[in-house]
Structures are given as C-alpha cells and as structure tokens.
C-alpha cells in the first residue's frame, strides 16, 4: 500500500508541473508575454552545459547560422545580440570560467601554442584600448562578446577537436543549417527573380544582416564541403550524388548572392591553394609579391586613369557586375567603402597608439569625413555600419597594435595550417587541413573589404577553423589516439 502511494506521488508531482506550466503560460499570454515558453528550453540548455560540454557546444554551432539578431524581434533597444546563441555563449563563458577556478585547466599544449598567445595579445591590446576608449561602455562590450566566440569557439574547441571525427561532426551541423539558409534564401531570391542584384542584399534576412556576411560564410563553408566530399567512399553513390548536389548548391547560391568581395576572395584562395598543391617554395612567393608590388606601384599613374574611366556600375548582369568590381567612379559601393577607409585612416592618425576604443568607430567616423567623398548612401553623422575592413576598422579602433593584434592571429594560423598540411602522415588530415586553412584564406582576403568578426555567424567558422588546425597540430599531425569525449585537462 506504501509502495503503491509512492509510485503515484512522481506522476502526481509530474501533473502538477504541467498544469502549472499551463496555467503560466495562459496567464501570460493573457498579458501579451510570450517568452514563458522559451523556460523549459533554456533549463535543458543549462542541464546540457553542465552534463555535456561538447554537446552544448555543437548545439551552438548548429543554431549559429539559424540565429537572429534581438533588434528584429523587440525595436528601440540601445543593444543587440543575436538569439539563441550569443546568451548560450555567454553561458558558456561563465561555465569555463567556474572550471577553471575549480582546478579545471584546457591543455597546456594549447595554451602555449603560437596561434594562443597571439590570440592573448589581441584579447589584452583590446582591453588596454578599451581602457582608453571614447566608449567604454561600448568597448568593454564588443571585448566581452570577443571573448565568448575565443573561448568558447576556439578554446573549447580545441578540446572537442581531439577527436577527428569531431571536426567533421562541428562543420557538417554548421553546414546542415546554413544549407538550410541557403535554400530560404533561394526561394526568396527567385521570387523577385535571380537577376534582381538589389533583392540579393535583403534574401537571407532575418538569418544574416545583408549578403555580405551570407557571402563571406559561402566562401568559408565551400572549400570544407568539397573536402567532407572527397572522404565519401567511392562505392557510396548515393552520397556522393547528394554531397555533389550540395557542393553545386553553395556553388550557385555565391553566384546569386552577387557579393563581388566573396567572388574575389574565392578565385584568390584558389591562387593559394595552388601555391600550397605546388610547393613554391616561400621565398619564390614573397619575392614575386615584391615584383607584383613594384610593378603596380610603377604604373600607379596609368592604373588609376583606368579605373576611373570604368563608369560600369553593379547591376543583375554578371559581367557588369563583374566590371563594377574595380570601378571607383560612380559605383556607389565602392565609393563609400573609400570613405570609410578614408575616415579609418584619419582616426588612426588622430590616435595612433590607442585608437578610439573597440566597436567605436561607427560612432566616431562622421567627423572625419571629407565633403568630396561622401556619397549619396554617406550619413551626415556617420552612424551606420563599420569600416568594411578586419584590417582599417582594428587600426582605429586600436591603433598599430590593434592591427598588428589581429596580424599575428592570422600569420600564425597560417604558419600552424601549412605545417600541419606537409607535416601530417595522415591522407585525411592533409585533406581537411588543407580546406580548413583555403576556407580561412578566403575570409582572411574578403576581411579586406568586409569585417564580421564581431558576428556570431562569422566567428563560429573563423574561430573554429582556427581551433581544428591547432588540434591537427598538437593532437593529429602525428595520428595520435583520439580522447572518448570532450574534457579539460590539468596543466601539469
């Protein structure tokens, strides 16, 4: 009899929280409250975080391309963050930080790697330029937010990575969401039709901003999907026709996002990728560089009456498009995107140590602005947008250190991705670190003209990318054992 009273009270107990939860829920949307819903969902995320870190963190990444920023959902907000992931992230700061103050530590290895201590330097000059900030309110925030993508992206990314099998699990749940942005946004574009340049800016909202962002992640994604299609076994038809099909996807999707920073940044990567397949050697490279610089340098002259004479501006034909790239006369486009490098300059000049303070410059640019070079989409305060540079808008916003900061990521990623490319006796590893550092190398040349480092949708990939090559080079150069699950290890 005992017994059977204490079966009934967990269904009882059960009962009782459903029908509260119901009764909760009526209540508030009674009030025109309807985030009570969201309750259960965030409690299981903290119960995932706790139980399984990996987990929680490839959850993330699958919800990454899939997020949407606060603004759509509640206007007027003096903040923004995208949802779901930004808060979960920041969850999982805190969760790292609790561990670590627990005696939990990443390994050793990881946090002595080249590509971590300049990660280090970036994350501290940012702090000592928040300090000095115009904003520091901004600044601190923009530091805050940098530093959840690090370490959760790349820190604890590093960890997940040790297993090889885990690379391909974080890049294809990125990839299966963003495929599906890429077909929502298809069907949007083919509703205005496939030559409307002026809808592809707006096809993918509310998942990304505009079509630069969405084309700088096609870049990143494209060179990764041919590698996961290359490890299909040949006997496997089926797959390989589906792996094809999505490879011709991103393919048209890049096409039709009209992003010519995307479409260079691609046919440049490729020049890398056979700089890498060829083995020419460094030193032929750089002085190559040197020639190819000279040589610009000496018809400087003569280039710029050229492009000036280029009056072709972006348009739904490809090959006007393709033309407008270097037109620096009348393509709005590229006109402001002078302006704006332009102002980074003179705010570099102005403050060329400390700069103005991360995430300041588009509150800062509008003074430095020159009449002459202002354009019909130029705002007299100039509030809207960046510098439209990962290299100018870090020189302003942190002066020569700010650049060199983020300079020194880059080259040591580099140096770490082609070491592991010639170093690794494993064919799979070659494979994918050579399309992890060629997916890297399109964003490092888009970063040119285009900066979404402060993004979560830009950051999983480019943190994480990051963070593969530094595992393949402490974990999998040599084909190591693979770890049973993701863990911090003790620094001794």
Not at 140 to 169: C, D, P
Not at 194 to 218: C, E, R, W
Not at 244 to 250: F, N, P, S, T
Not at 258 to 265: D, E
């Amino acid at each position: 009899m005992i017994a059977g009273t204490q079966e009934r009270y967990p269904k009882v107990l059960l009962w009782g929280i459903l029908i509260s939860f119901v009764a909760l829920n009526t209540i508030m949307l009674a009030f025109e409250i309807f985030y009570v819903p969201l309750v259960p969902a965030l409690l299981l995320f903290v119960a995932l975080a706790i139980v399984a870190v990996d987990k929680y963190l490839l959850a993330i990444v699958f919800f990454v391309p899939l997020s949407i920023p606060l603004s759509t959902l509640i206007e007027g907000l003096s903040i923004d963050m995208y949802l779901p992931t930004e808060p979960l992230l920041a969850g999982l700061l805190l969760l790292y930080m609790l561990k670590y103050l627990m005696g939990d530590r990443i390994d050793i290895r990881v946090l002595r790697h080249p590509v971590t201590l300049a990660i280090y330097f970036h994350l501290a000059w940012m702090f000592i330029a928040s300090l000095t900030s115009s904003d520091m309110l901004i600044s601190f925030k923009l530091l805050a937010s940098r530093l959840w993508f690090i370490v959760g992206f790349y820190l604890l990314g590093t960890q997940l990575f040790k297993k090889e099998r885990n690379m391909h699990t974080y890049a294809w749940l990125f990839i299966i969401a963003f495929a599906g942005v890429i077909v929502y946004s298809l069907i949007n574009h083919v509703q205005y039709g496939l030559n409307n340049q002026v809808m592809a800016h707006s096809i993918s909202k509310p998942f990304y901003k505009d079509h630069t962002s969405y084309g700088a992640t096609l870049g990143f994604v494209l060179p990764v999907v041919v590698a996961l299609f290359l490890f299909i076994k040949r006997e496997d038809i089926n797959t390989r026709f589906l792996m094809l099909l999505l490879v011709l996807m991103i393919i048209f999707a890049t096409v039709v996002s009209y992003t010519r920073a995307t479409w260079v940044s691609i046919l440049a990567s490729i020049g890398v990728w056979a700089i890498i397949k060829l083995k020419i050697r460094f030193e032929i490279v750089l002085v190559g560089a040197i020639i190819l610089v000279g040589f610009f340098l000496s018809i400087r002259t003569q280039l710029m009456v050229e492009l000036e004479q280029n009056r072709v501006e972006s348009s739904g034909e490809l090959s006007e498009h393709v033309q407008s790239i270097s037109n620096i006369s009348t393509d709005q486009s590229n006109l402001e995107r002078l302006n704006r490098w332009s102002c980074a300059i003179r705010m570099w000049k102005d403050k060329p140590l400390f700069g103005f303070g991360p995430g300041t410059y588009q509150f800062e640019y509008g003074r430095y602005q020159r009449s002459y070079e202002k354009t019909r989409i130029s705002t007299d305060f100039g509030t809207m947008g960046n510098a439209h540079s990962e290299y100018l808008g870090p020189l302003a916003e942190g002066g020569v250190f700010g650049l060199l900061s983020i300079l020194l990521v880059i080259g040591t990623t580099i140096v770490t991705g082609i070491r592991v490319y010639f170093n690794s006796k494993r064919r799979s590893i070659r494979i994918f670190s050579l399309a992890v550092l060629i997916g890297l190398f399109s964003y490092y040349f888009h970063g040119v003209l285009n900066n979404f480092l402060d993004t979560d949708k830009i950051s999983v990939v480019f943190w994480g990318y990051t963070a593969m090559l530094v595992a393949m080079d402490i974990y999998h150069k040599d084909a190591p054992e693979e770890e049973d699950s993701l863990a911090f290890e003790g620094s001794s």
